[in-house]
């Protein structure tokens, strides 16, 4: 009885530094993107406002594969993400520095884009780090992952207190959040460095050896679903906000804080339905909410709109955390950085970067002079969310009802 109090003492001890640092790195992540549209219009920078943005979408598809490559085969995960934390943290402050003095735009968007590059890979790696020491990642994971939601709106409601959602005191907030959160990986237990590996090919030290995890028919209907969806998925954010605001509501900030409530409250929901259900229909019903939360909106009134918002977080759950859990789970833990930064490619690189140009130019069609038809921008957004559902469920072969490796003799989802 008494060793099994230590135990449950000790990880309680460990859940609590991996609540920590993801509740660090959301709230880093929050004080910048949310307050930068409104920082850049104040500072007469609304002419770089989609390249800012863009700046995200593009450092996806270099720097989690070259960054995952390092943590899987030449560095300890924790001190590559200890070196990016730090290098966000100086990046951001450089950046806010050029906004706040106007500099010149371009330097002001090149130093955007070289916070991008330190930031992108730093999620992935610290889910990496966070599925190395978890015993059951199926149970696990979800609650945990649900503190990096719960950082990020507590990282914006401290910037709305400084009175900062329009200054540059956000940006130089979220570098010393940065630089805390590069500080609290010295109290972190080191992982096993891998491996040196002195005889690699420049295609390997870059990661684009991941790319051979497509070769698995269901990896790439996982790849390839989570890169679709987040094509309609990235003009939920840009597009809600001046909806409701059209509605007559205001405070649109705080209402868009529905959907990260039904996210923590669906991500401690997680673990449990991984249990009872296969992947297959959790995405699938993911899927499902996404369709219905367009076509919600698509209802044009308040009640609508809002109850679209609030099934954002359980849509968003549903489908792109089961996703990082079934990498976990079904490839070698030797690719298990690489396989969560080529996901992050996917996802933030392909699917936004197709997503704010595809959902912009739709927004553009649907906007003339008496206004926007909400109605046909949403409603196409739906229709959208449908499509990739036929596909996932069309396409994807999983077996079996277990969940496990796929290396492993047991049945696999």
Same mark, same amino acid.
């Given at each position: 009885? @008494?060793?099994?109090?230590?135990?449950?003492?000790?990880?309680? /001890?460990?859940?609590?530094?991996?609540?920590?640092?993801?509740?660090?790195?959301?709230?880093?992540?929050?004080?910048?993107?949310?307050?930068?549209?409104?920082?850049?219009?104040?500072?007469?920078?609304?002419?770089?406002?989609?390249?800012?943005?863009?700046?995200?979408?593009?450092?996806?598809?270099?720097?989690?594969?070259?960054?995952?490559?390092?943590?899987?085969?030449?560095?300890?995960?924790?001190?590559?993400?200890?070196?990016?934390?730090?290098?966000?943290?100086?990046?951001?402050?450089?950046?806010?520095?050029?906004?706040?003095?106007?500099?010149?735009?371009?330097?002001?968007?090149?130093?955007? &884009?070289?916070?991008?590059?330190?930031?992108?890979?730093?999620?992935?790696? =610290?889910?990496?780090?966070?599925?190395?020491?978890?015993?059951?990642?199926?149970?696990?994971?979800?609650?945990?992952? =649900?503190?990096?939601?719960?950082?990020?709106?507590?990282? @914006?409601?401290?910037?709305? !207190?400084?009175?900062?959602?329009?200054?540059?005191?956000?940006?130089?907030?979220?570098?010393?959040?940065?630089?805390? !959160?590069?500080?609290?990986?010295?109290?972190?237990?080191?992982?096993?460095?891998?491996?040196?590996?002195?005889?690699?090919?420049?295609?390997?030290?870059?990661?684009?050896?991941?790319?051979? %995890?497509?070769?698995?028919?269901?990896? *790439?209907?996982?790849?390839? $679903?989570?890169?679709?969806?987040?094509?309609?998925?990235?003009?939920?954010?840009?597009?809600?906000?001046?909806?409701?605001?059209?509605?007559?509501?205001?405070?649109?900030? /705080?209402?868009?804080?529905?959907?990260?409530? $039904?996210?923590?409250?669906?991500?401690?929901?997680?673990?449990?339905?991984?249990?009872?259900?296969?992947?297959?229909?959790?995405?699938?019903?993911?899927?499902?909410?996404?369709?219905?939360?367009?076509?919600?909106?698509?209802?044009?009134?308040?009640?609508?709109?809002?109850?679209?918002?609030?099934?954002?977080? @359980?849509?968003?759950?549903?489908? %792109?955390?089961?996703?990082?859990?079934?990498?976990? &789970?079904?490839?070698?833990? $030797?690719?298990?950085? *690489?396989?969560?930064?080529?996901?992050? %490619?996917?996802?933030?690189?392909?699917?936004?970067?197709?997503?704010?140009?595809?959902?912009?130019?739709?927004?553009? /069609? @649907?906007?003339?002079?008496?206004?926007?038809?909400?109605?046909?921008?949403?409603?196409?957004?739906?229709?959208?969310?449908?499509?990739?559902? !036929?596909?996932?469920? $069309?396409?994807?072969?999983?077996?079996?009802?277990?969940?496990?490796?796929?290396?492993?003799?047991? &049945?696999?989802?």
């Amino acid at each position: 009885m @008494c060793s099994w109090r230590v135990l449950r003492t000790i990880r309680k /001890a460990e859940y609590a530094e991996l609540i920590a640092l993801f509740f660090l790195q959301g709230a880093a992540l929050g004080m910048w993107f949310v307050p930068l549209s409104r920082v850049l219009d104040a500072h007469g920078l609304r002419a770089i406002k989609p390249f800012a943005f863009a700046a995200t979408a593009l450092a996806a598809f270099v720097s989690p594969l070259i960054f995952g490559a390092m943590a899987d085969r030449h560095a300890s995960p924790i001190k590559v993400l200890r070196g990016l934390s730090l290098a966000t943290a100086a990046a951001m402050a450089l950046a806010t520095t050029s906004i706040r003095f106007g500099w010149n735009p371009w330097l002001v968007l090149a130093l955007i &884009q070289l916070h991008a590059l330190c930031s992108s890979p730093t999620f992935s790696i =610290a889910s990496t780090i966070i599925f190395a020491r978890l015993a059951d990642t199926r149970k696990e994971f979800g609650p945990i992952r =649900a503190m990096a939601t719960l950082g990020w709106m507590s990282g @914006c409601w401290l910037v709305s !207190a400084l009175g900062a959602d329009a200054s540059t005191i956000a940006g130089y907030s979220g570098a010393i959040m940065w630089a805390l !959160a590069g500080g609290y990986t010295f109290f972190l237990p080191e992982l096993e460095t891998p491996k040196s590996a002195e005889h690699l090919s420049w295609h390997e030290r870059l990661g684009l050896d991941a790319l051979t %995890l497509l070769k698995d028919p269901n990896h *790439r209907v996982v790849f390839i $679903t989570c890169a679709l969806f987040n094509i309609p998925l990235s003009g939920f954010y840009p597009c809600a906000p001046p909806h409701l605001r059209a509605l007559g509501l205001v405070h649109t900030s /705080a209402w868009m804080t529905l959907g990260q409530v $039904t996210e923590i409250i669906a991500m401690f929901s997680l673990g449990g339905l991984l249990l009872r259900w296969r992947l297959k229909w959790i995405i699938a019903c993911g899927l499902s909410f996404g369709v219905l939360r367009f076509a919600l909106s698509a209802m044009n009134g308040k009640l609508w709109v809002l109850t679209g918002v609030l099934l954002h977080g @359980c849509s968003f759950t549903l489908v %792109l955390i089961s996703a990082q859990i079934y990498l976990e &789970q079904r490839v070698d833990s $030797t690719w298990r950085a *690489r396989a969560q930064a080529l996901l992050t %490619l996917m996802t933030s690189g392909v699917g936004n970067l197709l997503g704010y140009l595809g959902t912009g130019w739709w927004f553009s /069609a @649907c906007t003339g002079t008496p206004g926007t038809q909400w109605s046909l921008f949403w409603g196409g957004l739906a229709a959208a969310v449908g499509v990739v559902m !036929a596909y996932f469920l $069309t396409a994807y072969r999983g077996i079996g009802s277990g969940f496990l490796r796929a290396k492993e003799k047991s &049945q696999v989802t």
